[in-house]
Each structure stands twice: as C-alpha cells, then as structure tokens.
C-alpha cells in the first residue's frame, strides 16, 4: 500500500488480517484494541473490493460490543454488516441470538428464518429454531429443524443435544439417550449433555445400576483428563495450612 495506494488486494489482505487481529483481541476480552482493528478495517470503505471485510468488521465489532454488553449499538453492527452483506447467513444468524438473548424471540425466529432463506443448510440457526419451539412445545417442528441441522451438518452436536431433548420429551427415551450418546462423541466434554444422558438412563426399565455407575466413572475420567492443563493454583500453595 505504501507502494501503490490504489492496489486493491493488499487492501483485502491488510483488512483480513486486521478482522483477524480483532477476534483475537475479542477472545481476550480487550475490547478497545478490538474495536480499533474493526475500525481500522472500515476506513477501507472506499475501495470496493473491501465490501465483504467491512461487512465482516461490522460482524465481528457487534460480537464484540454484545459481549460488553451494548446492545443498541451490537444491533446497530449488525444491521450495518446485512446492509454491506445481505445474503449473509452467519450475520442474520448473530442478529437473532441477540434478539433472542433480549427476550425478543418472535423477532429472533423470524430472522432466523432469514438466515436460512440465505443459506438452507445453515445448521446453527436451524438448531435455535429447534430449541425455540421446543420451549413453546411445538415438539414437531422442533425435531423437524433439529433434523435439518443434522442432515446439514452430520457433526453438530447441539442439535444432536436438541433433538434428544425434544424426543425425551416425547417420551422416546431410547432414542433421546442415543442422540445424547451422539452429542458426547462429537463434543465430548458438555456436562449437561452427560447429567441429561445419566438421568435419561433411569427411565430405561430395569438397567444395570452397576451399568450407571459405569457411566458415571467413564465421566470422572473424561472431565478430569479434560482439566488436566486448567488448574488454577494459589501462590501460598507452600504453605501448610493453605494447601
């Protein structure tokens, strides 16, 4: 750029790296170094060419700000990055979480139904579509949709966890704690998943207690393997009576 100010590929590749660098600060919950990459990225607004990253800088900076949380102004991101990118099914997508995490669900599911106009196969708003009417007891379209994520995307474990609990429900024990067995082996450190397949096992007329306890060890070890590098330790640990 230095060089020629007009190249328009080293503007997508700077504004690629800047969204990059945004996220990583976003994970690291240093939201003013964020908003600055975002910010950065949106003085490129000029060059054609950087329409899609703008609009992915608008996304990321209302992930961002609703984590702080703003709302009023993450909605504001997000209507701006549909605006640069309407056929976006991850923005709409952002869109109804948060209007779903508002209290605002009719709102939330009709642009969830938006993200999937945009992209049919778009697993995780079928999965919250699914979770939705499952809450409002419409058992029927929730399974329908938690079908749709799974046909979509074979590896997606919460509408696996989804679908489980709506055939629960239904009282379909056998095949909720088969979809809950699904949940675990393709994300297999998710304790309530795991509480809801051992409670689950209990319905099952005349299963092994002994197989119960089984469950519960195979756990212990699953959770306690997936800790082992996250303890936290006190700086007083040499101290005897503060071990």
Do not use: M
């Amino acid at each position: 750029i230095a060089l020629d100010s007009n190249h328009q590929e080293a503007y997508v590749g700077l504004a690629s790296c800047l969204n990059n660098l945004g996220y990583f600060y976003q994970q690291q919950q240093q939201f003013e170094k964020a908003i600055a990459c975002y910010e950065r990225v949106l003085s490129f607004t000029s060059h054609e060419i950087t329409k899609n990253k703008c609009a992915e800088a608008y996304n990321d900076w209302g992930n961002t700000l609703k984590r702080e949380p703003k709302v009023e102004q993450a909605l504001t991101c997000y209507h701006r990055a549909i605006e640069l990118n309407p056929n976006s099914a991850l923005f709409r997508f952002n869109l109804a979480v948060l209007y779903y995490d508002t209290g605002q669900i009719d709102k939330a599911v009709e642009v969830f139904y938006q993200s999937i106009a945009c992209d049919p196969k778009f697993a995780p708003s079928h999965s919250n579509l699914a979770a939705i009417f499952r809450d409002r007891g419409q058992l029927a379209e929730a399974i329908k949709h938690c079908k749709k994520a799974i046909e979509a995307t074979p590896t997606y474990p919460l509408a696996y966890n989804n679908l489980a609990v709506a055939l629960k429900i239904q009282g379909d024990i056998e095949q909720a704690i088969a979809n809950y067995r699904k949940t675990l082996f393709y994300s297999p450190y998710l304790f309530a998943t795991f509480s809801n397949l051992l409670f689950s096992l209990f319905y099952i007329p005349d299963y092994p207690l002994e197989a119960i306890f089984f469950e519960h060890c195979e756990w212990g070890t699953r959770v306690e393997n997936g800790i082992e590098f996250t303890y936290i330790y006190h700086p007083n640990l040499n101290k005897a009576d503060k071990r």
